[in-house]
């Protein structure tokens, strides 16, 4: 069913608009115009596709590498090809290359010379960030097309045609509107688990069906559900998916919405992630934008992690969600790491100045003939367990990097502290 034109693609309509550069490397004769692409996206969006589209139309080569198979012998040679045929014949290369996240730099390098020279226009596809992915030099000299998941309707129209088609079903089944939205729901916008699911399920229908009575096998949504078992999960724990996804539930908790914080949880386990990254995730979360609001958070969190080392999968989603759920609930302060952060930056800029004298270590004669902890006060010496003593540097005497919230458990120490400083500072 793969289309044999641009006319026939479902989806990605955005980069096949009339003189879209799509466009243009699949009209331009002998490849005036032509620009190098590459396809960004997900599984199942058609980059093969388009690729394949391009090199069906006339009056250039076409020529198709992997980077699972091929190296830079191979592009090197392919750039030799290409440059005689360009000179010679004048003709022009279109070179395809799968996966091209998965080239070395070496390899990517290689690439650049027919590039930049004009020997090849090049159609690169990765489902990867090309940003991480993709030599900057090449990068540059490309177009960088993003693919999108196809929409719920034109997965509907693929189906329906692989169903009527010759080349697909043929009409040899019949589809009901259950079993079509079942399949639909279960490719999660990828087109190829769309057509694999829905020949799984035609299979399935025709294996359980008497044809000879002349009545065609019927595909249901029961059909489809025992077909095809469970829906494709979008996700790379190595690629955009990954930080994507725990980006939105990091975001989920910290917006106090649990149940979309679960959700993601959820994807993540469905996944195969390690719960320690799940765990580490949280522990920071509840530090970071619970805090002094609930200092709960943190030991739950940190119980959580323990407990999901010590029994692993499939028991740890029940600590990580216990401990989700109650983050996604707690009050929120990020009083904390603004105090730490804010520190660090003084630090950084040379905001730190000399430790006072009366502070400093004095368990030594030498330390103590220079003055060292001369003056120091206890605050064990004084009825309320607080006295007026100076603890920062003078550069930074007065320096307030704790500003507490008046929310929860950290509007009580807020109330604590600006009774403490009051004394602490002499205010």
């Known amino acids: 069913m793969r289309p044999r034109s641009l006319d026939e693609v479902v989806g990605q309509q955005h980069l096949l608009r009339k003189g879209s550069p ?26 093969t596709t388009l690729a394949q589209a391009i090199a069906h139309s006339s009056g250039r080569k076409f020529v198709e590498l992997s980077a699972v198979t091929a190296g830079v012998k191979e592009v090197r040679t392919t750039m030799d090809r290409a440059q005689g045929d360009r000179g010679l014949h004048g003709v022009s290369t279109v070179l395809f290359l799968d996966e091209i996240h998965r080239f070395t730099k070496a390899q990517q390098d290689a690439l650049l010379p027919g590039v930049e020279n004009g020997w090849v226009t090049l159609v690169a596809a990765t489902t990867e960030n090309p940003s991480f992915s993709v030599v900057s030099p090449l990068l540059s000299r490309s177009l960088l097309l993003t693919l999108e998941p196809l929409a719920d309707d034109e997965l509907r129209t693929l189906l329906r045609r692989a169903v009527a088609d010759e080349r697909g079903l043929d009409g040899c089944v019949e589809l009901t509107d259950d079993a079509l939205e079942g399949l639909v729901q279960l490719a999660s916008g990828d087109a190829r688990r769309a057509l694999t699911g829905l020949e799984a399920a035609a299979a399935s229908a025709r294996a359980g069906s008497d044809e000879t009575g002349g009545n065609k096998p019927v595909v249901t949504a029961e059909t489809v559900s025992t077909s095809v078992d469970r829906a494709l999960l979008r996700y790379d724990r190595d690629g955009d998916e990954h930080h ?12 106090s919405d649990p149940d979309a914080a679960i959700h993601y949880l959820a994807r993540m386990i469905e996944a195969g992630e390690d719960p320690r990254f799940i765990a580490r995730r949280l522990v920071v ?49 990020n009083a904390v790491i603004a105090a730490i952060d804010s520190a660090i930056a003084d630090i950084r800029r040379g905001g730190f100045g000399v430790v006072p004298k009366h502070l400093r270590h004095s368990h030594n004669r030498g330390a103590k003939l220079l003055g060292h ?27 307030v990097y704790y500003r507490p919230t008046d929310r929860a458990n950290e509007r009580a120490v807020g109330e604590r502290l600006d009774k403490i400083q009051r004394i602490t500072r002499g205010t």
Do not use: C
């Open 373 to 399: 902890g001369r003056g120091y006060k206890s605050p064990h010496n004084d009825p309320r367990g607080v006295l007026q003593q100076q603890h920062l540097p003078d550069e930074l005497a007065n320096r």
């Open 285 to 333: 979360h509840a530090a970071e934008d619970v805090g002094m609001a609930d200092p709960q958070a943190l030991q739950i969190a940190v119980a959580a992690a323990d407990a999901a080392q010590l029994i692993g999968w499939p028991e740890a989603r029940i600590p990580l969600a216990e401990a989700t759920i109650y983050i996604a609930t707690a009050p929120k302060s």
């Open 22 to 47: 799509l466009r243009v490397l699949t009209d331009a004769e002998g490849g005036k115009g032509a620009v190098s692409v590459i396809l960004w996206g997900p599984p199942g969006t058609g980059k």
């Open 244 to 255: 994507d996804v725990i980006s939105a539930f990091i975001k989920s908790m910290r917006g």
